[in-house]
Protein backbone atom coordinates (compact mmCIF):
# COMPACT_ATOMS: atom_id res chain seq x y z
CA UNK A 1 0.00 0.00 0.00
CA UNK A 2 1.56 3.48 -1.19
CA UNK A 3 -0.25 6.63 0.63
CA UNK A 4 1.41 9.74 -1.26
CA UNK A 5 0.18 13.33 -0.22
CA UNK A 6 0.73 16.23 -2.11
CA UNK A 7 -0.05 20.01 -1.61
CA UNK A 8 -1.89 20.91 -4.62
CA UNK A 9 -1.73 25.18 -3.71
CA UNK A 10 -1.99 26.24 -0.21
CA UNK A 11 -5.45 25.53 1.20
CA UNK A 12 -5.73 22.30 -1.28
CA UNK A 13 -4.18 18.87 -0.26
CA UNK A 14 -4.32 15.47 -1.87
CA UNK A 15 -4.33 12.68 -0.77
CA UNK A 16 -3.87 9.16 -3.16
CA UNK A 17 -4.28 5.89 -1.00
CA UNK A 18 -3.34 3.14 -3.52
CA UNK A 19 -3.05 -0.75 -3.29
CA UNK A 20 -2.46 -3.84 -5.24
CA UNK A 21 -4.27 -6.22 -2.40
CA UNK A 22 -8.08 -4.62 -3.80
CA UNK A 23 -8.99 -3.00 -6.76
CA UNK A 24 -9.81 0.17 -5.35
CA UNK A 25 -7.99 3.22 -4.99
CA UNK A 26 -9.04 6.02 -2.74
CA UNK A 27 -8.65 9.66 -3.86
CA UNK A 28 -9.37 12.85 -1.12
CA UNK A 29 -9.29 16.32 -2.00
CA UNK A 30 -9.02 18.13 1.54
CA UNK A 31 -9.76 22.33 1.31
CA UNK A 32 -8.56 24.05 4.21
CA UNK A 33 -9.94 27.46 4.37
CA UNK A 34 -9.88 29.93 8.08
CA UNK A 35 -12.90 29.18 10.43
CA UNK A 36 -14.35 33.57 10.41
CA UNK A 37 -17.92 34.46 10.96
CA UNK A 38 -18.34 35.46 7.55
CA UNK A 39 -17.35 32.80 5.70
CA UNK A 40 -19.13 29.74 7.59
CA UNK A 41 -22.32 29.53 5.41
CA UNK A 42 -20.44 29.81 2.03
CA UNK A 43 -17.64 27.20 3.44
CA UNK A 44 -21.10 24.86 4.21
CA UNK A 45 -22.84 25.55 1.04
CA UNK A 46 -19.43 24.06 -0.39
CA UNK A 47 -19.80 20.77 -0.64
CA UNK A 48 -23.50 20.75 -2.40
CA UNK A 49 -22.78 23.10 -5.40
CA UNK A 50 -19.54 20.43 -6.09
CA UNK A 51 -22.13 17.56 -6.52
CA UNK A 52 -24.60 19.39 -8.14
CA UNK A 53 -22.54 20.20 -11.34
CA UNK A 54 -19.13 21.36 -12.75
CA UNK A 55 -18.32 23.18 -15.84
CA UNK A 56 -17.27 19.82 -17.74
CA UNK A 57 -20.35 17.64 -16.00
CA UNK A 58 -22.89 21.19 -15.58
CA UNK A 59 -25.96 18.84 -13.98
CA UNK A 60 -26.12 16.23 -11.27
CA UNK A 61 -27.34 13.73 -13.72
CA UNK A 62 -24.08 14.12 -15.66
CA UNK A 63 -21.91 13.56 -13.06
CA UNK A 64 -23.97 10.29 -11.79
CA UNK A 65 -23.84 8.95 -15.40
CA UNK A 66 -19.94 9.73 -15.81
CA UNK A 67 -19.19 7.74 -12.45
CA UNK A 68 -21.17 4.77 -13.89
CA UNK A 69 -19.01 4.33 -16.42
CA UNK A 70 -16.24 4.33 -14.12
CA UNK A 71 -16.76 1.26 -12.37
CA UNK A 72 -17.13 1.39 -8.94
CA UNK A 73 -16.59 5.49 -8.42
CA UNK A 74 -18.38 7.35 -5.76
CA UNK A 75 -18.30 10.57 -5.12
CA UNK A 76 -18.60 11.67 -1.35
CA UNK A 77 -18.68 15.31 -0.19
CA UNK A 78 -19.00 16.50 3.43
CA UNK A 79 -17.91 19.70 5.63
Known sequence: M???RFEL???IKAHLIKTDIFKTNLITIIL???LKKKNVT???LIPFLLKRGSKNFPTHEQISLRLEELYGTSLNLRC
Do not use: L, Q, S, W
Open 2 to 4: TDN
Open 9 to 11: KTG
Open 32 to 34: TTP
Open 42 to 44: RNA
